[in-house]
T-cell receptor, first 114, second 117 residues
């Protein structure tokens, strides 16, 4: 079974500062990993995905994540936070074949301080 | 761009009433899902559906829940007798699996907010 652990349910950063949202995964098979973003009162939007092609993955809105097998991590980063990045971010995992369900972490709410 | 659509966007119901939430997945997708998110909590898997049958379900998905794909385009979630604790945002998702280049991500609808009074 797959699972993800997101460290920090709330993260606050100043506008312009580095954003780092942490995610560690557990999987008995090679995983696919995802980051989704949820803006207030909206659905879930895919930010980026890791599917074994490249360990550094670039997504939308300037976000990227690096898959580190040795650390079982898939942390999300952005060099410079914007006010519009304030949202909840969910790390998620599935099996590499994509046939099993996607399992979500508990989410990290990002606050950007002006 | 193709998208998953859900109706209604918000439904208020009395405890004990039946509710049907509707979804239209992306047309060439083969796997369909329902997830729910209780306010302020994580996104929880309810059920997956493939080839006209349930492929996996969670402990949450008890006998009060059912899913159906009645007409080849809609995918519905029925709650037979709603409880207060069923109040949540319900998300439908679809994915295309197995096709060349497919990477297994879910495409979500905007959600249906269910409020049980």
């Amino acid at each position: 079974a797959q699972s993800v652990t997101q460290l920090g349910s709330h993260v606050s950063v100043s506008e312009g500062a580095l954003v780092l949202l942490r995610c560690n995964y557990s999987s008995s098979v090679p995983p696919y990993l995802f980051w989704y973003v949820q803006y207030p009162n909206q659905g879930l939007q895919l930010l980026l995905k890791y599917t074994s092609a490249a360990t550094l993955v670039k997504g939308i809105n300037g976000f990227e994540a690096e898959f580190k097998k040795s650390e079982t991590s898939f942390h999300l980063t952005k060099p410079s936070a914007h006010m519009s990045d304030a949202a909840e971010y969910f790390c998620a995992v599935s099996d590499a074949g994509g046939y099993q369900k996607v399992t979500f972490g508990i989410g990290t709410k990002l606050q950007v301080i002006p | 761009e193709p998208e998953v659509t859900q109706t209604p966007s918000h439904q208020v119901t009395q405890m004990g009433q039946e509710v049907i939430l509707r979804c239209v997945p992306i047309s060439n997708h083969l796997y369909f899902y329902w997830y729910r998110q209780i306010l302020g909590q994580k996104v929880e898997f309810l059920v997956s559906f493939y080839n006209n049958e349930i492929s996996e379900k969670s402990e949450i998905f008890d006998d009060q829940f059912s899913v159906e794909r009645p007409d080849g385009s809609n995918f519905t979630l029925k709650i037979r007798s709603t409880k207060l604790e069923d109040s949540a945002m319900y998300f439908c998702a679809s994915r295309s699996v197995g096709a060349p280049g497919n990477t297994g991500e879910l495409f979500f609808g905007e959600g249906s907010r269910l409020t049980v009074l």
